[in-house]
């Protein structure tokens, strides 16, 4: 059983800049990874950055390589995420993702979420 609390979303104008952390609570040791999708409206869910914590290499969507930033605490089970020179298409709901060992990290299927943030970006 493991339970992800998000924090840290709000609203900035474009260029700005915010920070996402989401801390895990359970049973963590079941995890293989962590990081973050986002959903805007009429959208699909988007893979946005996630932590393999086998490897310890950080995954980024294309769209937010060079922007966005993801780093791990592995003793205070938490992941943040650096937004930097935020974008409109940056607006969404932001949720925490955490993989189960045994699953692919970068597969939303079978994924633990978090209750999301909403990130808005406004010009």
């Known amino acids: 059983q493991v339970q992800l609390a998000e924090s840290g979303g709000g609203s900035v104008q474009v260029g700005g800049s915010l920070r996402l952390a989401c801390v895990a609570s359970g049973k963590t040791f079941v995890l293989n990874c962590m990081g973050w999708f986002r959903q805007a409206p009429g959208k699909g869910r988007e893979r946005v950055a996630m932590?393999?914590?086998?490897?310890?290499?950080?995954i980024y969507a294309d769209s937010v390589r060079g922007r966005f930033t993801i780093s791990h605490d592995s003793a205070k089970n938490t992941v943040s995420l650096q937004m930097n020179s935020l974008k409109l298409d940056d607006t969404a709901m932001y949720y925490c993702?955490?993989?189960?060992?045994?699953?692919?990290?970068?597969?939303?299927?079978?994924?633990?979420w978090g209750q999301g943030t909403q990130v808005t970006v406004s010009s």
């Open positions: 932590m393999d914590f086998g490897v310890g290499g950080a």
């Open positions: 993702a955490a993989g189960v060992a045994g699953t692919d990290c970068n597969n939303p299927l079978g994924k633990l």
